[in-house]
Protein backbone atom coordinates (compact mmCIF):
# COMPACT_ATOMS: atom_id res chain seq x y z
CA UNK A 1 0.00 0.00 0.00
CA UNK A 2 0.83 3.57 -0.41
CA UNK A 3 0.25 7.29 1.04
CA UNK A 4 -1.22 10.06 0.04
CA UNK A 5 1.00 12.74 -1.17
CA UNK A 6 1.52 15.41 1.97
CA UNK A 7 -1.23 17.79 1.41
CA UNK A 8 -0.81 21.71 2.10
CA UNK A 9 -3.76 23.91 2.10
CA UNK A 10 -4.20 26.15 -0.96
CA UNK A 11 -6.40 28.49 0.27
CA UNK A 12 -8.73 29.52 3.12
CA UNK A 13 -12.25 27.31 3.55
CA UNK A 14 -9.65 24.81 1.05
CA UNK A 15 -8.70 23.45 4.54
CA UNK A 16 -5.72 22.46 6.13
CA UNK A 17 -3.99 19.29 7.56
CA UNK A 18 -6.61 16.50 8.56
CA UNK A 19 -9.46 17.97 6.99
CA UNK A 20 -7.34 18.50 4.18
CA UNK A 21 -6.94 14.50 4.09
CA UNK A 22 -10.22 13.42 4.53
CA UNK A 23 -11.39 16.35 1.82
CA UNK A 24 -9.10 14.23 -0.64
CA UNK A 25 -9.90 11.08 0.48
CA UNK A 26 -13.40 11.37 -0.25
CA UNK A 27 -12.39 12.48 -4.01
CA UNK A 28 -10.46 9.05 -4.69
CA UNK A 29 -12.25 5.49 -5.14
CA UNK A 30 -13.00 2.92 -2.78
CA UNK A 31 -11.30 -0.51 -4.25
CA UNK A 32 -11.56 -2.17 -1.02
CA UNK A 33 -15.62 -2.57 0.04
CA UNK A 34 -16.97 -4.26 3.05
CA UNK A 35 -19.14 -7.24 1.82
CA UNK A 36 -23.06 -6.05 1.46
CA UNK A 37 -24.11 -7.82 4.53
CA UNK A 38 -21.75 -6.43 6.88
CA UNK A 39 -23.87 -3.18 8.09
CA UNK A 40 -26.41 -5.39 9.41
CA UNK A 41 -24.18 -8.02 10.93
CA UNK A 42 -22.47 -4.86 13.01
CA UNK A 43 -25.90 -3.30 13.78
CA UNK A 44 -27.21 -6.55 15.25
CA UNK A 45 -24.12 -7.20 16.90
CA UNK A 46 -23.65 -3.78 18.87
CA UNK A 47 -27.62 -4.44 19.84
CA UNK A 48 -26.63 -7.56 21.30
CA UNK A 49 -23.55 -5.83 23.18
CA UNK A 50 -25.79 -3.17 24.20
CA UNK A 51 -27.44 -5.76 26.07
CA UNK A 52 -25.34 -7.41 27.68
CA UNK A 53 -24.03 -3.94 29.53
CA UNK A 54 -26.21 -4.41 32.58
CA UNK A 55 -25.22 -7.57 33.26
CA UNK A 56 -21.45 -6.20 32.97
CA UNK A 57 -21.99 -3.77 34.98
CA UNK A 58 -23.75 -6.15 38.02
CA UNK A 59 -20.94 -8.55 37.98
CA UNK A 60 -18.00 -5.74 38.12
CA UNK A 61 -17.17 -5.77 41.92
CA UNK A 62 -17.38 -9.88 41.30
CA UNK A 63 -14.90 -9.16 38.57
CA UNK A 64 -13.14 -7.44 40.39
CA UNK A 65 -12.47 -9.61 43.61
CA UNK A 66 -11.53 -12.39 41.07
CA UNK A 67 -9.22 -10.46 38.89
CA UNK A 68 -10.95 -12.01 35.92
CA UNK A 69 -14.09 -12.35 34.24
CA UNK A 70 -16.73 -14.29 36.19
CA UNK A 71 -17.42 -17.67 33.68
CA UNK A 72 -20.67 -16.66 32.85
CA UNK A 73 -20.09 -13.18 32.40
CA UNK A 74 -17.09 -14.29 29.62
CA UNK A 75 -20.06 -16.63 28.48
CA UNK A 76 -22.82 -13.58 27.88
CA UNK A 77 -19.54 -11.62 26.00
CA UNK A 78 -19.22 -14.40 24.45
CA UNK A 79 -22.52 -15.08 22.75
CA UNK A 80 -22.91 -11.40 21.47
CA UNK A 81 -20.20 -12.66 18.58
CA UNK A 82 -17.01 -10.49 20.53
CA UNK A 83 -14.47 -13.49 20.19
CA UNK A 84 -15.14 -14.32 17.06
CA UNK A 85 -15.63 -10.84 15.61
CA UNK A 86 -12.49 -10.55 13.15
CA UNK A 87 -12.68 -14.59 12.44
CA UNK A 88 -14.05 -14.97 8.31
CA UNK A 89 -17.55 -15.74 7.63
CA UNK A 90 -16.26 -18.67 6.16
CA UNK A 91 -14.94 -19.81 9.54
CA UNK A 92 -18.31 -18.94 11.68
CA UNK A 93 -17.11 -15.45 12.48
CA UNK A 94 -18.78 -11.77 11.66
CA UNK A 95 -16.03 -10.87 9.76
CA UNK A 96 -16.48 -7.39 11.28
CA UNK A 97 -14.14 -4.78 11.37
CA UNK A 98 -12.33 -1.51 13.58
CA UNK A 99 -15.93 0.15 13.84
CA UNK A 100 -17.89 -2.51 15.41
CA UNK A 101 -14.91 -3.45 17.90
CA UNK A 102 -14.07 -0.06 18.91
CA UNK A 103 -17.91 0.73 19.25
CA UNK A 104 -18.47 -2.51 21.39
CA UNK A 105 -15.66 -1.80 23.97
CA UNK A 106 -16.76 1.94 24.61
CA UNK A 107 -20.20 -0.04 25.29
CA UNK A 108 -19.02 -2.90 27.43
CA UNK A 109 -16.93 -0.14 29.56
CA UNK A 110 -19.88 1.78 29.95
CA UNK A 111 -20.51 -1.42 32.54
CA UNK A 112 -16.90 -2.05 33.74
CA UNK A 113 -13.68 -0.34 32.27
CA UNK A 114 -11.72 -3.57 32.77
CA UNK A 115 -13.82 -5.75 31.59
CA UNK A 116 -14.07 -3.38 28.69
CA UNK A 117 -10.16 -3.87 28.29
CA UNK A 118 -10.88 -7.27 28.87
CA UNK A 119 -13.06 -8.23 26.11
CA UNK A 120 -11.05 -6.15 23.39
CA UNK A 121 -7.87 -7.68 23.95
CA UNK A 122 -9.99 -11.45 24.02
CA UNK A 123 -10.91 -9.89 21.06
CA UNK A 124 -7.78 -9.23 19.24
CA UNK A 125 -6.44 -12.38 18.65
CA UNK A 126 -9.14 -13.54 15.94
CA UNK A 127 -7.86 -10.79 13.80
CA UNK A 128 -3.89 -12.03 14.41
CA UNK A 129 -4.90 -15.81 13.07
CA UNK A 130 -7.00 -14.52 10.75
CA UNK A 131 -4.20 -12.80 9.35
CA UNK A 132 -1.85 -15.63 9.60
CA UNK A 133 -1.31 -19.12 7.28
CA UNK A 134 -4.47 -21.30 6.40
CA UNK A 135 -2.57 -24.33 7.82
CA UNK A 136 -2.82 -22.02 11.45
CA UNK A 137 -6.17 -20.87 10.93
CA UNK A 138 -7.74 -24.42 10.11
CA UNK A 139 -6.25 -25.80 13.20
CA UNK A 140 -7.44 -22.55 15.25
CA UNK A 141 -10.73 -21.60 13.76
CA UNK A 142 -11.27 -26.30 13.23
CA UNK A 143 -11.40 -25.80 17.14
CA UNK A 144 -14.06 -23.18 17.31
CA UNK A 145 -14.20 -19.73 15.76
CA UNK A 146 -14.04 -17.69 19.35
CA UNK A 147 -10.20 -17.05 19.34
CA UNK A 148 -10.02 -15.82 22.85
CA UNK A 149 -6.19 -15.54 22.14
CA UNK A 150 -4.61 -12.78 24.69
CA UNK A 151 -0.81 -11.34 24.44
CA UNK A 152 2.00 -9.70 25.59
CA UNK A 153 5.23 -7.75 24.77
CA UNK A 154 6.63 -7.47 27.96
CA UNK A 155 9.49 -10.35 28.08
CA UNK A 156 11.48 -10.39 30.87
CA UNK A 157 15.68 -11.16 30.48
CA UNK A 158 16.49 -14.71 29.79
CA UNK A 159 13.31 -15.58 27.63
CA UNK A 160 13.94 -17.34 24.19
CA UNK A 161 11.84 -18.68 21.59
CA UNK A 162 14.13 -20.95 19.41
CA UNK A 163 14.14 -23.42 16.38
CA UNK A 164 15.09 -26.47 16.85
CA UNK A 165 14.95 -28.81 13.82
CA UNK A 166 11.11 -28.74 12.86
CA UNK A 167 9.95 -27.38 15.81
CA UNK A 168 10.07 -24.10 17.86
CA UNK A 169 10.79 -24.14 21.99
CA UNK A 170 9.85 -21.03 24.21
CA UNK A 171 10.83 -20.17 27.20
CA UNK A 172 10.88 -17.36 29.81
CA UNK A 173 8.51 -15.43 31.19
CA UNK A 174 6.69 -12.42 30.19
CA UNK A 175 4.67 -9.64 31.87
CA UNK A 176 1.29 -8.00 31.66
CA UNK A 177 -0.60 -10.77 29.95
CA UNK A 178 -4.11 -9.13 30.10
CA UNK A 179 -6.79 -11.88 30.12
CA UNK A 180 -4.29 -14.74 30.27
CA UNK A 181 -7.18 -16.34 33.20
CA UNK A 182 -10.04 -16.09 30.85
CA UNK A 183 -7.60 -17.20 27.22
CA UNK A 184 -7.20 -20.16 25.26
CA UNK A 185 -4.33 -18.98 23.78
CA UNK A 186 -1.48 -16.25 24.48
CA UNK A 187 0.41 -14.70 21.87
CA UNK A 188 4.04 -13.91 23.10
CA UNK A 189 6.85 -11.63 21.51
CA UNK A 190 10.42 -11.53 21.26
CA UNK A 191 13.10 -9.64 19.45
CA UNK A 192 15.38 -11.71 17.19
CA UNK A 193 17.02 -9.37 14.72
CA UNK A 194 17.59 -5.94 13.69
CA UNK A 195 16.61 -4.67 9.78
CA UNK A 196 18.61 -2.77 7.54
CA UNK A 197 17.20 0.81 9.17
CA UNK A 198 19.05 -0.80 12.35
CA UNK A 199 14.83 -1.51 13.75
CA UNK A 200 13.67 -3.97 15.97
CA UNK A 201 12.63 -7.17 14.66
CA UNK A 202 10.26 -9.68 16.46
CA UNK A 203 9.08 -13.39 16.64
CA UNK A 204 5.40 -13.88 17.96
CA UNK A 205 4.56 -17.04 18.77
CA UNK A 206 1.03 -18.17 19.89
CA UNK A 207 0.46 -21.10 22.68
CA UNK A 208 -2.46 -22.76 23.97
CA UNK A 209 -2.94 -21.66 27.47
CA UNK A 210 -2.97 -25.16 29.25
CA UNK A 211 0.56 -25.21 28.32
CA UNK A 212 2.04 -21.90 30.41
CA UNK A 213 1.87 -20.89 34.11
CA UNK A 214 0.09 -17.67 35.63
CA UNK A 215 2.06 -15.93 38.26
CA UNK A 216 -0.15 -14.39 40.68
CA UNK A 217 1.31 -10.71 40.48
CA UNK A 218 -1.63 -8.68 39.56
CA UNK A 219 -2.45 -6.99 42.83
CA UNK A 220 -3.54 -3.08 42.00
CA UNK A 221 -5.75 -0.15 43.11
CA UNK A 222 -7.34 -0.72 39.65
CA UNK A 223 -7.91 -2.50 36.52
CA UNK A 224 -8.24 -5.51 38.61
CA UNK A 225 -11.02 -7.57 36.46
CA UNK A 226 -7.88 -7.45 33.50
CA UNK A 227 -5.90 -10.28 35.37
CA UNK A 228 -2.77 -9.16 33.69
CA UNK A 229 -0.73 -11.00 35.71
CA UNK A 230 2.69 -12.38 34.37
CA UNK A 231 2.98 -15.96 32.22
CA UNK A 232 5.70 -18.64 32.69
CA UNK A 233 6.45 -20.60 29.58
CA UNK A 234 8.89 -24.16 30.24
CA UNK A 235 10.33 -25.87 26.53
CA UNK A 236 6.78 -26.02 25.35
CA UNK A 237 7.72 -27.02 22.12
CA UNK A 238 5.38 -25.76 18.73
CA UNK A 239 4.70 -26.90 15.38
CA UNK A 240 6.05 -23.76 12.93
CA UNK A 241 2.97 -22.77 11.79
CA UNK A 242 2.40 -21.33 15.55
CA UNK A 243 5.34 -19.05 15.13
CA UNK A 244 5.64 -15.89 12.93
CA UNK A 245 7.26 -12.42 12.48
CA UNK A 246 5.36 -10.25 14.74
CA UNK A 247 5.24 -7.44 12.20
CA UNK A 248 2.88 -9.51 10.09
CA UNK A 249 0.32 -7.82 12.16
CA UNK A 250 1.44 -4.65 10.43
CA UNK A 251 1.58 -5.90 7.05
CA UNK A 252 -1.44 -4.38 4.75
CA UNK A 253 -0.75 -7.69 2.21
CA UNK A 254 -0.36 -11.30 4.27
CA UNK A 255 -1.52 -14.63 4.28
CA UNK A 256 -5.27 -13.70 5.55
CA UNK A 257 -5.84 -10.98 2.83
CA UNK A 258 -5.24 -14.16 0.04
CA UNK A 259 -7.28 -16.50 1.72
CA UNK A 260 -9.88 -14.01 2.33
CA UNK A 261 -9.97 -11.08 -0.03
CA UNK A 262 -13.81 -9.90 0.92
CA UNK A 263 -12.47 -9.12 4.32
CA UNK A 264 -11.15 -5.75 4.19
CA UNK A 265 -10.17 -5.54 7.77
CA UNK A 266 -6.93 -7.67 7.45
CA UNK A 267 -5.14 -5.41 5.60
CA UNK A 268 -5.41 -2.71 8.21
CA UNK A 269 -1.98 -2.34 10.61
CA UNK A 270 -2.71 -2.95 13.74
CA UNK A 271 -0.46 -0.41 15.37
CA UNK A 272 -2.50 2.31 13.40
CA UNK A 273 -5.88 1.30 14.96
CA UNK A 274 -4.92 -0.05 18.44
CA UNK A 275 -4.73 3.65 19.79
CA UNK A 276 -8.51 4.22 18.67
CA UNK A 277 -9.21 0.96 21.08
CA UNK A 278 -7.93 2.92 23.80
CA UNK A 279 -10.16 5.27 23.78
CA UNK A 280 -12.59 3.21 23.16
CA UNK A 281 -12.23 1.92 26.86
CA UNK A 282 -11.57 5.39 29.20
CA UNK A 283 -14.52 7.26 26.79
CA UNK A 284 -16.86 4.53 27.47
CA UNK A 285 -16.45 4.56 31.06
CA UNK A 286 -16.19 8.03 30.92
CA UNK A 287 -19.64 8.12 29.96
CA UNK A 288 -21.19 6.26 32.37
CA UNK A 289 -19.66 7.81 35.06
CA UNK A 290 -21.48 11.77 34.27
CA UNK A 291 -24.58 10.21 33.30
CA UNK A 292 -24.63 7.68 36.76
CA UNK A 293 -23.49 11.55 38.52
CA UNK A 294 -26.52 13.25 37.22
CA UNK A 295 -28.94 10.60 38.01
CA UNK A 296 -27.78 9.15 40.94
CA UNK A 297 -25.67 11.49 42.69
CA UNK A 298 -26.66 15.32 41.87
CA UNK A 299 -30.26 14.98 42.50
CA UNK A 300 -29.90 12.69 45.98
CA UNK A 301 -26.54 13.98 47.44
CA UNK A 302 -26.86 16.90 50.05
CA UNK A 303 -24.08 18.84 51.71
CA UNK A 304 -24.25 19.05 55.74
CA UNK A 305 -24.71 22.22 56.14
CA UNK A 306 -27.89 22.37 54.55
CA UNK A 307 -27.91 23.56 51.01
CA UNK A 308 -30.04 21.13 49.22
CA UNK A 309 -28.93 18.83 46.57
CA UNK A 310 -25.78 19.50 44.41
CA UNK A 311 -28.24 19.78 41.27
CA UNK A 312 -29.22 23.04 42.34
CA UNK A 313 -26.01 24.74 42.97
CA UNK A 314 -24.57 26.75 40.39
CA UNK A 315 -20.96 25.77 40.18
CA UNK A 316 -21.94 21.82 40.43
CA UNK A 317 -23.82 22.85 37.22
CA UNK A 318 -21.15 24.66 35.29
CA UNK A 319 -18.82 21.68 36.65
CA UNK A 320 -21.26 19.55 35.12
CA UNK A 321 -21.52 21.20 32.02
CA UNK A 322 -17.63 21.02 31.12
CA UNK A 323 -17.52 17.31 32.50
CA UNK A 324 -20.29 16.91 29.69
CA UNK A 325 -18.32 19.26 27.41
CA UNK A 326 -15.21 16.93 27.71
CA UNK A 327 -16.73 13.63 27.30
CA UNK A 328 -19.35 14.67 24.26
CA UNK A 329 -16.38 16.43 22.27
CA UNK A 330 -14.11 13.55 22.75
CA UNK A 331 -16.75 10.90 21.37
CA UNK A 332 -17.14 12.91 18.67
CA UNK A 333 -13.38 12.99 17.67
CA UNK A 334 -13.22 9.29 18.43
CA UNK A 335 -15.66 8.54 15.93
CA UNK A 336 -13.85 10.90 13.30
CA UNK A 337 -10.46 8.54 13.88
CA UNK A 338 -12.93 5.46 13.11
CA UNK A 339 -13.52 6.79 10.18
CA UNK A 340 -10.22 8.76 8.73
CA UNK A 341 -8.69 4.96 9.33
CA UNK A 342 -11.83 3.42 7.21
CA UNK A 343 -11.38 6.08 4.55
CA UNK A 344 -7.53 5.24 3.93
CA UNK A 345 -7.68 1.67 4.14
CA UNK A 346 -10.46 1.19 2.13
CA UNK A 347 -8.76 3.08 -0.88
CA UNK A 348 -5.99 0.86 -0.39
CA UNK A 349 -3.72 3.83 1.43
CA UNK A 350 -1.64 3.65 4.34
CA UNK A 351 -1.83 6.52 6.95
CA UNK A 352 1.06 9.18 6.00
CA UNK A 353 3.38 10.51 8.91
CA UNK A 354 1.38 13.35 9.61
CA UNK A 355 -1.77 11.26 9.48
CA UNK A 356 -0.29 8.88 12.27
CA UNK A 357 1.47 11.94 14.25
CA UNK A 358 -2.72 12.94 14.50
CA UNK A 359 -3.49 10.06 15.32
CA UNK A 360 -1.17 9.36 18.32
CA UNK A 361 -1.89 12.90 19.74
CA UNK A 362 -5.22 12.83 19.51
CA UNK A 363 -5.67 9.65 20.63
CA UNK A 364 -3.30 10.11 23.78
CA UNK A 365 -5.17 13.59 24.20
CA UNK A 366 -8.77 12.23 24.08
CA UNK A 367 -8.03 9.36 26.32
CA UNK A 368 -7.13 12.59 28.79
CA UNK A 369 -9.65 14.03 27.87
CA UNK A 370 -12.33 11.55 29.06
CA UNK A 371 -10.31 10.99 32.11
CA UNK A 372 -10.93 14.61 32.90
CA UNK A 373 -14.78 14.29 32.69
CA UNK A 374 -14.67 11.75 35.60
CA UNK A 375 -12.18 13.83 37.33
CA UNK A 376 -14.71 16.27 37.93
CA UNK A 377 -17.64 14.50 38.62
CA UNK A 378 -15.66 12.86 41.31
CA UNK A 379 -14.67 15.56 42.94
CA UNK A 380 -18.44 16.54 43.45
CA UNK A 381 -19.86 13.10 44.56
CA UNK A 382 -18.48 13.25 48.59
CA UNK A 383 -16.33 10.83 50.63
CA UNK A 384 -19.11 8.08 50.32
CA UNK A 385 -18.09 7.63 46.20
CA UNK A 386 -15.09 5.70 47.82
CA UNK A 387 -16.79 2.77 48.89
CA UNK A 388 -15.82 -0.35 46.55
CA UNK A 389 -19.54 -1.38 45.72
CA UNK A 390 -20.05 2.40 44.36
CA UNK A 391 -19.03 2.26 40.44
CA UNK A 392 -17.22 5.58 40.32
CA UNK A 393 -14.73 4.69 42.58
CA UNK A 394 -14.42 1.63 40.22
CA UNK A 395 -14.20 3.51 37.33
CA UNK A 396 -11.71 5.97 38.81
CA UNK A 397 -9.22 3.87 40.17
CA UNK A 398 -9.60 1.84 36.58
CA UNK A 399 -8.50 5.13 35.09
CA UNK A 400 -5.44 6.23 37.39
CA UNK A 401 -4.03 2.73 37.03
CA UNK A 402 -4.59 2.74 32.95
CA UNK A 403 -3.62 6.02 32.54
CA UNK A 404 0.35 5.31 33.33
CA UNK A 405 -0.10 2.41 30.58
CA UNK A 406 1.93 3.77 27.30
CA UNK A 407 -1.35 4.69 25.59
CA UNK A 408 -1.87 7.74 28.48
CA UNK A 409 1.43 8.89 28.53
CA UNK A 410 1.02 12.35 26.73
CA UNK A 411 4.60 13.35 27.00
CA UNK A 412 5.80 10.85 25.18
CA UNK A 413 3.01 10.33 21.99
CA UNK A 414 2.97 14.51 22.00
CA UNK A 415 6.74 14.94 21.49
CA UNK A 416 6.99 11.77 19.36
CA UNK A 417 3.98 13.36 17.25
CA UNK A 418 5.49 17.14 17.38
CA UNK A 419 8.55 15.75 15.77
CA UNK A 420 6.86 14.26 13.22
CA UNK A 421 4.89 17.11 12.37
CA UNK A 422 7.86 19.99 12.38
CA UNK A 423 9.69 17.67 9.50
CA UNK A 424 12.25 15.93 12.22
CA UNK A 425 11.08 12.61 12.10
CA UNK A 426 10.91 9.87 14.91
CA UNK A 427 15.26 10.24 15.31
CA UNK A 428 15.99 7.16 17.08
CA UNK A 429 12.35 5.68 18.21
CA UNK A 430 10.89 3.15 16.36
CA UNK A 431 8.36 3.41 14.47
CA UNK A 432 6.55 -0.40 15.36
CA UNK A 433 4.20 1.23 17.89
CA UNK A 434 4.00 4.74 15.52
Known sequence: MSSIAPIEATSVGKGFGMQAVKEKLEEMPVIYPVDPGAAQREKDFLDRVRAVVPKVREQALEAEKLRRLPDDLLKAIQDTGMFRLHTPLSAGGLQLGLNAHAQAARLISQGDLSTGWTSSFLTLGSLRVSKRSKVLQDRIFGEQPDVLSCGTNQWREGSSIVQQGDTWVVNGRWGFASGVSNARYIEVTLPYARNEQGQEQRIAALIPTDKIDIVDVWHMSGMKATGSNDVVINNVELEPEFVTAYELRNETENPGTELHPD????????????????????????????????????????????????????????????????????????????????????????????????????????????????????????????????????????????????????????????????????????????
Open 263 to 434: FPFLRYSTHHFVFVLHIAYVLGAAERAVEYFRTEIAPKRKRPWGTGALIESPLVQKNFAEARYEVETAAVLFDYQIRLLEQHYERGLEPDWDTRAYLNSSSVGLIHQAARAVQIVARMSGGSMHRETNELDRTQRDIEVLMNHSSGDWDFHAESSGRVQLGLGLGNRPDTFF
